[in-house]
């Protein structure tokens, strides 16, 4: 099986940075595609950042320019640092990776974290 474990999330005032972190632990021949989604109530969930294993990002509209996703291989993690962040940017912030789990297979699979809560708030 595969753990993902999600910290960093909490109450921070507008103008402010958050560091979300998510450490994956398991079953893991290989970790592909590492991101950040959020969902505000109400909301579809969205595209935060995303990194592949290869270094390449993408971001959503919204976060371009201030936020950054990294990921240290060595630990099985990903990091999304938030900066400037705005009353919009609340919401839960789930991780997701794309892990091969065994050398024998090709198969790739998407696994989620329970989620991490952000509020930008006065």
């Known amino acids: 099986q595969v753990q993902l474990v999600e910290s960093g999330g909490g109450l921070v005032q507008p103008g402010g940075s958050l560091r979300l972190s998510c450490a994956v632990s398991g079953t893991i021949f290989s970790i592909n595609a590492m991101g950040w989604y959020r969902q505000a109530p109400g909301k579809e969930r969205e595209l935060v950042a995303r990194i592949t294993s290869g270094g390449y990002t993408n971001y959503g509209d919204s976060v371009a320019g201030r936020f950054t996703i990294s990921r240290d291989n060595a630990k099985n993690t990903v990091y999304l640092q938030m900066t400037s962040l705005k009353p919009e940017d609340t919401a839960v912030y789930y991780c997701?990776?794309?892990?091969?789990?065994?050398?024998?297979?090709?198969?790739?699979?998407?696994?989620w974290g329970q989620g991490t809560q952000v509020i930008v708030s006065s």
């Open positions: 997701n990776v794309v892990i091969r789990q065994y050398r024998w297979s090709s198969v790739n699979s998407d696994y």
